[in-house]
Nanobody, 127 residues
Framework: QVKLVESGGDSVQAGGSLKLSCVASGDTFSTICMGWFRQAPGKKREGVARISPNSDTTIYTAAVRGRFTISRDNAENTLSLQMYNLQPNDTAVYYC????????????????????WGQGTQVTVSS
């Protein structure tokens, strides 16, 4: 099973930018769906974005659409989340996720549908 490790979380001021990264182990990266979720204290886990194995399809939650960009580099087994114009309500722990196995289509942004999770990285946005 793939193993995921996130990095890049930091504290920034509103309007700033940040890029999160996730490195995946194993040789199946190019065949699995990848995504990002986040969770703020007292709130439910929220799907942020996901991307298909070949990057042909991406989806975003409305809260981040137009500000965040998800991408992947299959040659490097990495997933990224480029975040622009960060706002205080983007503050959360961000998790890199993947499907557990090769799938014919990527699942929606429902945490129950994603089998592998990273440890999380904290993003804090100050006003």
């Amino acid at each position: 099973q793939v193993k995921l490790v996130e990095s890049g979380g930091d504290s920034v001021q509103a309007g700033g930018s940040l890029k999160l990264s996730c490195v995946a182990s194993g040789d199946t990266f190019s065949t699995i769906c990848m995504g990002w979720f986040r969770q703020a204290p007292g709130k439910k886990r929220e799907g942020v974005a996901r991307i298909s194995p070949n990057s042909d399809t991406t989806i975003y939650t409305a809260a981040v659409r137009g500000r965040f960009t998800i991408s992947r580099d299959n040659a490097e087994n990495t997933l990224s989340l480029q975040m622009y114009n960060l706002q205080p309500n983007d503050t959360a722990v961000y998790y890199c996720v993947s499907t557990a196995n090769t799938v014919v289509g990527c699942p929606p942004l429902d945490p129950k549908r994603w089998g592998v999770w990273g440890q999380g990285t904290q993003v804090t946005v100050s006003s």
